[in-house]
């Protein structure tokens, strides 16, 4: 795989569920991005790793919302308790490093809560 | 926090001329300003990037100009073709790489044949 691929494409969940969307970056690339991109918006910034750490996850708009990357290379991003608010496209791109280099978006995941 | 405005919403252009979308941001800290084309179903591309050093930068069609002073920049797009046809995004960064982009509202550029 060539690119950053997220999974699954679609997700449709009832509200008060718990969601999972999971990220694999391009094979090498430290830093590793999450954003939310509602209908007819731009993407808005949710977290940012470097490596396995959180180095900015000043963008998850409360504590429902938390993601992991514990080795560095696949990311969940992880909802609990799920509301029709959280429907959107979740966007994971992924970068060589944190300067000076090209993030590359996946297709995202859309999720929809009903 | 940084606040990007991003203007027309939406832009019709007869194949052949030329489009401009128009971006301005608040954060007088910021130094890089990336363009982004998002196809349908598709997560968003960059085209073209321009930091704070630079006023101008041109790849074959495409060209980003940025004022620093007005807090502005702008995209253009030559000899539009109907493969042009899509959602631009331009965004701005306080760091050279892409750390903690804020993107704008996208304009949806419709290429007439």
């Known amino acids: 795989g060539a690119g950053v691929s997220q999974t699954p494409s679609n997700k449709v969940t009832e509200k008060g569920k718990y969601v999972e969307l999971r990220c694999d970056p391009i094979?090498?690339?430290?830093?590793l991005y999450w954003y939310r991109q509602s209908l007819g918006q731009g993407p808005e910034f949710l977290i940012y790793f470097q490596g396995t750490g959180a180095a900015d996850d000043s963008g998850l708009p409360n504590d429902r919302f938390f993601a992991v990357r514990p080795e560095g290379s696949v990311s969940t991003l992880k909802i609990q308790r799920t509301e029709r608010g959280d429907s959107a496209v979740y966007l994971c791109?992924?970068?060589?490093?944190?300067?000076?280099?090209?993030?590359?978006f996946g297709q995202g995941t859309r999720l929809t809560v009903v | 926090g940084e606040n990007v405005e991003q203007h027309p919403s939406t832009l019709s252009v007869q194949e052949g001329d030329s489009a401009v979308i128009k971006c301005t941001y608040s954060?007088?800290?910021?130094?890089?300003f990336p363009w982004y084309k998002q196809e349908l179903g598709k997560g968003p591309q960059l085209i073209i990037d321009?930091?704070?050093?630079?006023g101008e930068k041109k790849d074959q069609r495409i060209a980003v100009t940025l004022n620093k002073t007005a807090k502005h920049f702008s995209l253009h797009i030559t000899e539009t073709q109907p493969e042009d046809s899509a959602v631009y995004f331009c965004a701005a960064s306080r760091d050279f790489g892409n750390e903690k982009l804020t993107f704008g509202t996208g304009t949806r550029l419709t290429i007439i044949p």
């Open positions: 791109a992924s970068s060589p490093g944190s300067t000076n280099t090209e993030a590359f």
């Open positions: 321009i930091r704070s050093n630079v």
């Open positions: 094979s090498g690339h430290t830093a």
């Open positions: 954060d007088s800290a910021s130094n890089y």
